[in-house]
């Protein structure tokens, strides 16, 4: 999808809608990262570091977006190192 502009929320939103009828939160996108195995969850999160480094607009909803794009960045690499940890 390299002409989709849709960040990393809107799209997982949009997959979880089309399967279970609503979107998920951000809670429910960290614990189904969870079920990744290993080299899945380091390329999603290069993936989500590359688009968190891009430009950002000073628009209120952008900056909330990106607010909340860092919080669940925050949150899958705590899931990420706890899996490490505990080798799986």
């Known amino acids: 999808m390299p002409d989709d502009d849709r960040d990393f929320l809107e799209r997982a939103n949009s997959v979880a ?3 279970h009828g609503e979107p998920m939160t ?3 996108i960290a614990n ?4 990744f195995g290993l080299q899945k969850r380091t390329a999603a999160l290069e993936k989500f570091d590359t688009e968190l480094r891009g430009e950002i607009d ?6 909330r977006r990106r607010v909340q794009l860092m919080a669940l960045r925050k949150r899958m690499g705590g ?3 706890a899996l490490r940890k505990a080798r799986r």
Do not use: Q, R
């Not at 189904?32 to 079920?35: D, I, P, T, V, Y």
């Open 58 to 63: 000073s628009s209120p909803h952008s900056l």
């Open 26 to 28: 951000t809670e429910e």
């Open 79 to 81: 899931v990420h190192d």
């Open 17 to 19: 809608e089309k399967l």
């Open 32 to 35: 189904s990262f969870a079920l």
